[in-house]
């Protein structure tokens, strides 16, 4: 082992700390989500800047404890939500300290990355490379529903917008259904384990899935679509849902989040000519999405492991050993 590259990831609901080797394989990592109280569809910037402050230390300490910390070449964190002016978020200062302070220590070198470069490097580069063409990747995360042009550059990856929701992002249709369902927040992994249930029963066959006229048609308009009014069709179910069934409507949901998923892909790469797509985010990691793409037409989709689908420093971690392999250090010792 000729050197160890420290990741820390402290977005709006989960801690998470990684340790990378000169290969790129992860050799500890600690993600968990932060509590959020029952009822409740969130968390304030201020409480989640608590938690990732209190959290970190114990997480650090737990990597530390089998791995000798004189060998981190250096550091990465996430220090904001995506590469553009202006983008901020309290909560990822509880990371930054933390970087910060550990890099001082160590007297190494600290990177600086978006949080959405994260996302894109956990899936792209721990398949062992880094394509050189221009590629399509879709952020599915519990705020973000967003379709990028995206391609790696000597900061980490360059993005730009071409496409997504125009309203509420997927994974806030889920978490707003699952808690007027009575399900904790986020809700996410709850309907997707009911709607994995009732595909699997019908052999992931769609066509077999009763319409119960709860949901709209999703359009797409030059790889754009709006959510909005699905969920406002899902909130009058979750409040009388006239005898139809739960688990009929959410693998419904499911089934049609990913047809227009795969729709946006088709056309997109079809407008920009590129075969080659990833999804990441904590909507890519359902195992009812995954399974219906894979089972769909070839789409040309990839995923990576699903544990780096979520959240996760892994990627910011990889993103600092590229970058400290090329020299080009942005936050400074």
Known sequence: MNGLF?????SNYRTSAALIDSEGQIIAQKAVLLE??????????SEAFFMHSNRLPAYIDE????????????????ERPRRIEGSYMPCFLAGVNAAREIAASLRIPLYGF???????????ESEGGIPASEMLFFHLSGGTTEALLCRPDDSGYSMTIV???KDISVGQLLDRFGVAMGMPFPAGSYLDDLAYGELEKRGFDTRSIKKT?????LKINDGYFNLSGAETRLMKYAEDDHGISQANVTAELFASITDLLVRDNRYLSEKFVTDLTYMAGGVASSRSFRELVKRG???GIRFGDPELSGDNAAGIALLAKRRYETGNCIAGK
């Open 63 to 78: 990597l530390f404890a089998d791995n000798d910390p004189s060998a981190i070449k250096a550091v990465g964190v996430s």
């Open 114 to 124: 978006s949080h959405q470069e994260g996302h894109a490097a956990a899936v792209i």
């Open 163 to 165: 496409g997504g929701t």
């Open 297 to 299: 037409t070839n789409s």
């Open 6 to 10: 420290l990741g820390l990831d402290t």
């Open 213 to 217: 006229g709860v949901l709209p048609k």
């Open 36 to 45: 959020v109280p029952e009822g409740k569809r969130g968390l304030r910037q």
